[in-house]
């Protein structure tokens, strides 16, 4: 991440679980030295009499929070569908992630899929996703990383390693124990990729085999919750449809996860070719 053109979104909606972000927001943004942007998103157009009181109080809780922390916070208004608008503004713009609160799975969600999901998916920046406030302070000292049989592994690894960098992260791979042939030689190729690259940047790791139960996801969060992980680092489904929202993609339950550890979400959209450069020291 570039951190002098570079800043953080934080969606705004005047809720809780969007201060829970924006604490979130501030907590990374003081490590990495960057600006914050709250964005809130109106679905309609309003009068220019309306529009200039809302961002009058966006304005207000902006300086509220940058007093109060000490760091450099804005708010925008953007016009558009809450689905969309977040990741077309976070793609036209020097955004380096996007925060973002959400309730979890609930009500109509659990009937037409994770309302978080469906904002994250088509971003070319990475969301994370959080349900509560920084339960302090510190570093995301303990990262898991679940790694599988699918190719898209090797695009979240770049984060993995900047969160290692700047966060001084102790990245843990999870390895799906797999008994087909076939998928174990793919699956371990995207593990040797890893190590490689997590060595060469001198990013600290430990390997742990999960037991093979047919959920690796549901297993990925148990071991987070046991090891009371900061932070789970996933990549999302590749070309996701409706029928992952309604019949349950994998990572909507990871981000769900009932002991509500932040979940860091990559879309599979970028070539690796054109950002393995970060990949080398």
């Not at 909606?13 to 943004?29: P, Q, S, Y």
């Not at 990495?32 to 809302?54: A, C, R, Y």
């Not at 996007?98 to 309730?103: A, D, E, R």
């Given at each position: 991440?570039?951190?002098?053109?570079?800043?953080?979104?934080?969606?705004?909606d005047?809720?809780?679980v969007a201060?829970?972000?924006?604490?979130?927001?501030?907590?990374?943004?003081?490590?990495?030295?960057s600006?914050?942007?709250?964005q809130?998103?109106?679905e309609?157009?309003?009068?220019?009499?309306?529009?200039?009181?809302?961002?009058?109080t966006?304005?207000?809780?902006?300086?509220?929070?940058?007093?109060?922390?000490?760091?450099?916070?804005?708010?925008?208004?953007?016009?558009?569908?809450?689905?969309?608008?977040?990741?077309?503004?976070?793609?036209?713009?020097?955004?380096?992630?996007?925060?973002?609160?959400?309730?979890?799975?609930?009500?109509?969600?659990k009937?037409?899929?994770?309302?978080?999901?469906?904002?994250?998916?088509?971003?070319?920046v990475?969301?994370?996703?959080?349900?509560?406030k920084?339960?302090?302070?510190?570093?995301?000292r303990?990262?898991?990383?679940p790694v599988?049989?699918?190719?898209?592994?090797?695009?979240?690894?770049?984060?993995?390693?900047?969160m290692?960098?700047y966060?001084?992260s102790?990245?843990?791979?999870l390895?799906?124990?797999?008994?087909?042939?076939?998928?174990?030689?793919?699956?371990n190729i995207?593990?040797n990729?890893?190590?490689?690259y997590?060595?060469?940047?001198?990013?600290?790791?430990?390997?742990?085999?999960?037991p093979?139960?047919?959920n690796?996801?549901?297993?990925?969060?148990?071991?987070?919750?046991?090891?009371?992980?900061?932070?789970?680092?996933?990549t999302?489904?590749?070309?996701?449809?409706?029928?992952n929202?309604?019949?349950g993609?994998k990572?909507?339950?990871?981000?769900a996860?009932s002991s509500?550890?932040?979940?860091?979400?990559?879309?599979?959209?970028?070539?690796?070719?054109?950002?393995?450069?970060?990949?080398?020291?």
């Amino acid at each position: 991440m570039d951190r002098e053109r570079k800043f953080i979104l934080v969606p705004w909606d005047f809720t809780d679980v969007a201060e829970n972000a924006l604490l979130h927001g501030i907590k990374i943004a003081k490590m990495v030295d960057s600006k914050i942007v709250l964005q809130h998103v109106i679905e309609k157009k309003i009068s220019k009499m309306e529009k200039g009181k809302l961002q009058s109080t966006l304005d207000w809780i902006a300086e509220k929070y940058e007093k109060k922390y000490e760091i450099k916070i804005e708010g925008i208004i953007c016009v558009g569908r809450i689905f969309s608008a977040i990741s077309e503004y976070a793609n036209e713009n020097e955004v380096s992630m996007v925060i973002m609160g959400t309730h979890g799975m609930k009500g109509i969600q659990k009937i037409t899929g994770s309302w978080a999901l469906k904002v994250i998916v088509g971003t070319k920046v990475p969301f994370i996703v959080v349900q509560e406030k920084p339960s302090d302070w510190n570093k995301y000292r303990n990262i898991v990383f679940p790694v599988d049989f699918k190719s898209e592994n090797k695009e979240k690894l770049q984060w993995a390693i900047y969160m290692g960098k700047y966060f001084d992260s102790k990245v843990n791979v999870l390895k799906q124990k797999v008994t087909d042939k076939h998928l174990l030689r793919k699956m371990n190729i995207n593990l040797n990729f890893a190590i490689k690259y997590l060595i060469q940047n001198r990013i600290e790791y430990e390997i742990h085999e999960l037991p093979k139960s047919g959920n690796f996801a549901k297993d990925s969060v148990a071991f987070a919750q046991d090891m009371n992980a900061d932070l789970i680092l996933i990549t999302t489904t590749k070309n996701i449809t409706m029928a992952n929202y309604v019949l349950g993609a994998k990572e909507q339950y990871i981000i769900a996860n009932s002991s509500k550890i932040p979940v860091m979400c990559v879309n599979p959209l970028t070539s690796f070719a054109k950002i393995s450069q970060y990949m080398y020291g």
